[in-house]
């Protein structure tokens, strides 16, 4: 059974920046593409960035292209989401999960970030 814990959200005005952290326990984390995902309310979960697993390759949403970036320590079972440039609708629950081919069935708390003024 995976353990994700999903740290580093919090209120930022829009423009700003944030960065995300997921530590991963229970899987072999270098062995899976990661992804972020999100939900907000009201909204289906979304998956918005994810990495390959060796972290040579990433992929975005065009929501988010351009402002996040997505990276992982595989020493640490550490995946980040980099996040610039933050607008209001990127306001939601993020959650860490596997990427490639379904997320696990086992979620973490995720971590809440509001983008308001």
């Known amino acids: 059974q995976v353990q994700l814990v999903e740290s580093g959200g919090g209120l930022v005005q829009p423009g700003g920046s944030l960065k995300l952290s997921c530590v991963a326990s229970?899987?072999?984390?270098?062995?899976?593409?990661m992804g972020w995902y999100r939900q907000a309310p009201g909204k289906q979960r979304e998956l918005v960035a994810k990495?390959?697993?060796?972290?040579?390759?990433?992929d975005f949403n065009d929501d988010v292209k351009g402002r996040f970036t997505i990276s992982r320590d595989n020493a640490k079972a550490m995946l980040y989401l980099q996040m610039n440039r933050l607008k209001p609708e990127d306001t939601a629950a993020y959650y860490c999960?596997?990427?490639?081919?379904?997320?696990?069935?086992?979620w973490g708390q995720g971590t809440q970030v509001t983008v308001s003024s």
């Open positions: 999960n596997r990427g490639e081919p379904i997320p696990w069935n086992s």
């Open positions: 990495i390959t697993d060796d972290g040579d390759k990433m």
């Open positions: 229970g899987k072999v984390f270098s062995l899976w593409a």
